[in-house]
């Protein structure tokens, strides 16, 4: 079972590596992927340094080009496609079509990872992209239960990959439409959720303002600790109601710990770590946890259980400081 971590720069690539992941995935800087932010992601010349980096401790690394073109210029996107067939990537994390199949054709010998933005959660769809670009595995959106994982596990014709732990989106993966609302941006079309640009902190007396695009979406007691403001996580004053609160989603990460035996047994490849956002710290600290949880269960399958050291680490980065299995543990159909 590999352990995949993200890499938003140089630094938390070795972080990750370090800390033992078994693999990275990481960007370009630019829109071609959805974590388009300023002091993010990798230039061509960095992306081979980090590519032999890779190679050389045995470990594989990941393109993510999980954008869509902009009408007039898919020549950006397959440069990228180019670029990582150049440098003998791993393999490319895709959900457009048209790149999947400029890719299959061009490059029929570099692997194709279905990217989670492509939303493919049935048996019908896996085949799909199996026989028409001969994907070799395909990202789970983060709406299927575990029985769901379990019984899709059986049948698909190519490797899954499930998110372990990080950040959690109430969004048809990466198609944030609050997002584009207020900003006129989102993950699929300027590559990133609440750009930097739109977003301004306001000190108020005690308080925090956070505004996304001039429109308010928290007021936070100084002493908070405060996440990367998205509109889907902010406090808003219902009606009738003369109290602000997280009326869409709370702010809270996913955690999968307690799911590693099923999802080891359910034959799962890849537990995927979210966060490349995050501080090489962040990378260092949630991949280390990991890696001592994966080993710990294949050593000893049955006497498999989560320490409370481990849950204290992931507590601690966990947004809000929480965490939940998500849909995961959803019973219902």
């Known amino acids: 079972m590999e352990l995949l971590c993200p890499a938003g720069n140089l630094a938390a690539l070795k972080a990750a590596f370090n800390a033992g992941a078994d693999a990275v995935y990481l960007g370009l800087k630019d829109d071609t992927n959805a974590r388009s932010f300023a002091g993010l992601n990798f230039t061509p010349e960095q992306i081979k340094h980090a590519t032999q980096l890779a190679h050389r401790q045995g470990r594989h690394v990941f393109l993510t080009i999980n954008t869509f073109p902009k009408p007039g210029e898919e020549w950006r996107w397959y440069d990228a496609i180019d670029l990582a067939a150049r440098l003998e990537m791993d393999a490319l994390i895709v959900a457009d079509l048209s790149l999947l199949s400029y890719a299959h054709e061009h490059y029929p010998q570099l692997a194709l990872h279905l990217s989670v933005q492509a939303s493919a959660t049935n048996l019908g769809a896996l085949s799909f992209y199996k026989n028409a670009f001969n994907i070799q595995r395909a990202v789970l959106p983060r709406v299927l239960s575990m029985k ?9 014709p190519v490797d899954l990959e499930v998110f372990a732990f990080g950040s959690l989106c109430i969004m048809a993966e990466g198609r944030c439409h609050l997002s584009s609302y207020v900003t006129g941006q989102s993950p699929n079309t300027g590559g990133s959720c609440s750009p930097a640009k739109h977003v301004r902190w306001q000190d108020e007396g005690k308080h925090r303002m956070t505004r996304l695009n001039e429109v308010l979406i928290d ?16 406090r808003y004053v219902a009606e009738e109601e003369s109290e602000a609160k997280y009326l869409l989603e709370s702010p809270t990460s996913l955690n999968t710990l307690s799911l590693l035996p099923e999802l080891a047994a359910s034959g799962i490849k890849s537990l995927k770590i ?16 990991w890696r001592s949880a994966i080993d710990t269960y294949f050593a000893n399958p049955s006497a498999y259980h989560e320490t409370q050291e481990w849950q204290r680490v992931l507590g601690k980065v966990s947004e809000g400081q ?10 219902w159909q």
């Open 148 to 156: 769901q994982v379990r019984d899709l596990s059986k049948v698909s």
């Open 219 to 234: 007021k936070a007691d100084e002493t908070e600790q405060l996440g990367y403001p998205v509109v889907c996580k902010g």
């Open 274 to 289: 979210e966060g490349r956002q995050r501080s090489p710290a962040y990378v260092e600290q949630v991949t280390r946890v």
């Open 322 to 331: 929480t965490t939940t299995l998500g849909a995961y543990e959803r019973q």
